[in-house]
């Protein structure tokens, strides 16, 4: 009895430790497929970035930089080649970092205040872009190019591809022939504005204001003579910051694709910094770009508030909401990604830096984006631009540079103590 007993209590034990095993094994396959599945799903977009150079439209490290350091690149904290968070306050952006991220190409602004404006701004401007070429020349990692073929090349010689943007047309003061010596200068891009006006257009803080209240409703005549020199010179129009009647305008005059670096979907955050469906549809048409910001206010606000939180956070997949968005009203020839890293302190979870953008990427392929559509994103869209604006320069190579001068009766050139004037027209007096 005794042995049936201990008998009985060895099969039990037996056939417990069989179950054990058999639901151990059941547990395991599905969690060792998912993790195939997921580091399969990080290899795929990885190669993919290692095809197409992911270009990023807008980073303000070189801001950082004036900021932290006053553009010293042999202060030790600056050194890009190590790890800057730490270092900086806000840091998302650094050499082993962007090769992490496999980043092949970035649009660094060059960013001035609009404290600036009618003051110093020219100097400061030509201090960050001196600083981007300084950076591009001290790491090996870099290549200064300024065409879209020179990102091209400098990707297939395994360089991050250093491009120039100028954010806010503050930056050139009123002025055409800084407008041009910034294109000699190597800036590729120029943002209309700012979040303040120029005496020439109005940004988007005008939007929050009656019509009646607005200073131009839109651009002024010189606003539209930029824009026509812009296109000659094939400096890539962004409508980053401006209001809503500036981008209707542009998008209506402009003779090449236009840009915007750093724009999330207002449908979906409904701040007046994001570009709403009815201007996505007219960009869509002119065959134009729109680069998603990372900045959380203008990724979870509402209607798409997480119940909970503010606008200090947002999250990866909410990002990926913004270009599943964008694609979807302007089409996947129109998407592309702006961080604005360096340039906001507070950035989505999941995206803490440059060197998570291939995690944003396996999102886009489990959500079913086409290796076409993800190389679209990652760099062919903005490249397609950059050459539709060359080729507009080159059809517009007989056109004569514009000499027309900023009127002195417009916003704050009124009796601005800070101007002196040469030539004086008849009815001014010296």
Same mark, same amino acid.
């Not at 009895?1 to 201990?6: F, G, L, P, S």
């Not at 300024?146 to 991050?160: H, M, N, V, Y």
């Not at 009656?210 to 131009?216: I, K, M, N, Y």
């Given at each position: 009895?005794?042995?049936?007993?201990?008998n009985?209590?060895?099969?039990?034990?037996?056939?417990s430790i069989?179950?054990v095993?058999i639901?151990?094994?059941?547990?395991?396959i599905?969690?060792?497929?998912?993790?195939?599945?997921?580091?399969s799903?990080?290899?795929?977009?990885?190669?993919?970035?290692?095809e197409?150079?992911?270009?990023d439209?807008?980073n303000d490290?070189p801001?950082?930089?004036?900021?932290?350091v006053n553009n010293q690149?042999?202060?030790?904290?600056?050194n890009?080649?190590?790890?800057?968070?730490?270092?900086?306050a806000?840091?998302?952006?650094?050499?082993?970092?962007?090769k992490?991220?496999?980043?092949?190409a970035?649009?660094?602004?060059?960013?001035?205040?609009?404290n600036?404006?009618?003051?110093?701004?020219?100097r400061?401007?030509?201090?960050?872009?001196d600083v981007i070429?300084?950076m591009c020349?001290?790491?090996d990692?870099f290549?200064?190019v300024?065409?879209?073929?020179?990102?091209?090349?400098?990707?297939?010689?395994?360089?991050?591809?250093?491009?120039?943007g100028v954010?806010?047309?503050?930056s050139?003061?009123?002025?055409?022939?800084?407008?041009?010596?910034?294109?000699?200068?190597?800036?590729?891009?120029m943002t209309?504005t700012?979040?303040?006006?120029t005496?020439?257009s109005?940004n988007?803080?005008?939007?929050?204001l009656?019509?009646?209240?607005?200073?131009?409703n839109?651009?002024?005549?010189f606003?539209?003579?930029?824009?026509k020199?812009?296109?000659r010179?094939g400096?890539?129009?962004d409508?980053?910051?401006?209001?809503?009647d500036?981008?209707?305008?542009?998008?209506?005059l402009?003779?090449?694709?236009?840009m915007?670096?750093?724009?999330?979907?207002?449908?979906l955050?409904?701040?007046?910094?994001?570009?709403?469906?009815?201007v996505?549809?007219?960009?869509?048409?002119?065959q134009?770009?729109?680069m998603v910001?990372?900045?959380?206010k203008?990724?979870?606000?509402p209607p798409s508030?997480?119940? !909970?939180? *503010?606008?200090s956070?947002?999250? &990866?997949?909410? +990002?990926?909401?913004?270009? =599943?968005? @964008?694609?979807?009203?302007?089409?996947e020839?129109?998407?592309?990604?702006?961080?604005?890293?360096d !340039?906001? *302190?507070t950035?989505?979870?999941g &995206?803490?830096? +440059?060197?998570?953008?291939p =995690?944003l @990427?396996?999102?886009?392929?489990?959500?079913?984006?086409?290796?076409?559509?993800?190389?679209?994103?990652?760099?062919e869209?903005?490249?397609?631009v950059?050459k539709? +604006?060359?080729?507009?320069? =080159?059809?517009?190579?007989?056109?004569l540079?514009?000499?027309?001068?900023?009127p002195?009766?417009?916003?704050?050139e009124?009796?601005?103590?800070?101007?002196t004037?040469?030539h004086?027209?008849?009815?001014?007096?010296?």
């Open positions: 009895m005794a042995n049936m007993d201990r009985r209590i060895v099969m039990i034990v037996v056939g069989v179950i095993a639901v151990a094994v059941a547990i395991a599905p969690v060792s497929r998912n993790n195939r599945e997921s580091t799903t990080l290899e795929h977009a990885q190669d993919l970035m290692t197409t150079p992911l270009v439209g807008h490290l801001w950082q930089i004036k900021n932290r690149l042999e202060n030790d904290t600056s890009l080649n190590s790890d800057l968070k730490g270092k900086f806000v840091s998302h952006t650094d050499i082993p970092r962007l992490t991220g496999k980043v092949g970035q649009f660094w602004a060059a960013y001035t205040s609009c600036s404006q009618y003051k110093d701004t020219i400061h401007t030509i201090d960050q872009i070429k300084r020349d001290k790491y990692a290549e200064f300024d065409s879209s073929e020179g990102i091209r090349d400098a990707f297939k010689r395994g360089k991050i591809g250093g491009l120039i954010e806010g047309g503050h050139m003061d009123s002025h055409m022939a800084v407008l041009r010596a910034l294109y000699a200068l190597g800036t590729r891009y209309i700012h979040s303040c006006n005496p020439w109005d988007w803080l005008m939007d929050e009656p019509e009646s209240e607005r200073e131009f839109g651009l002024t005549n606003g539209r003579d930029i824009i020199e812009m296109n010179l400096m890539i129009i409508l980053s910051h401006v209001s809503v500036v981008m209707k305008q542009v998008l209506e402009s003779e090449a694709p236009v915007f670096s750093h724009t999330s979907a207002f449908t955050c409904n701040h007046y910094r994001n570009v709403n469906d009815e996505l549809a007219i960009v869509k048409d002119k134009g770009v729109v910001n990372f900045y959380t203008y990724i979870n606000c508030l997480i119940p !909970g939180t *503010n606008d956070y947002a999250n &990866l997949t909410q +990002v990926a909401d913004h270009l =599943d968005h @964008i694609k979807k009203i302007c089409g020839d129109c998407v592309g990604m702006g961080s604005d890293y !340039g906001v *302190n950035v989505p979870e &995206l803490e830096d +440059v060197s998570k953008f =995690d @990427i396996v999102e886009l392929l489990n959500r079913g984006w086409t290796d076409d559509q993800i190389k679209k994103l990652l760099g869209n903005i490249l397609r950059f539709g +604006v060359e080729d507009t320069r =080159d059809k517009l190579s007989q056109r540079p514009d000499e027309s001068s900023m002195r009766d417009s916003g704050g009124v009796n601005n103590t800070c101007r004037y040469v004086n027209p008849p009815g001014r007096e010296q």
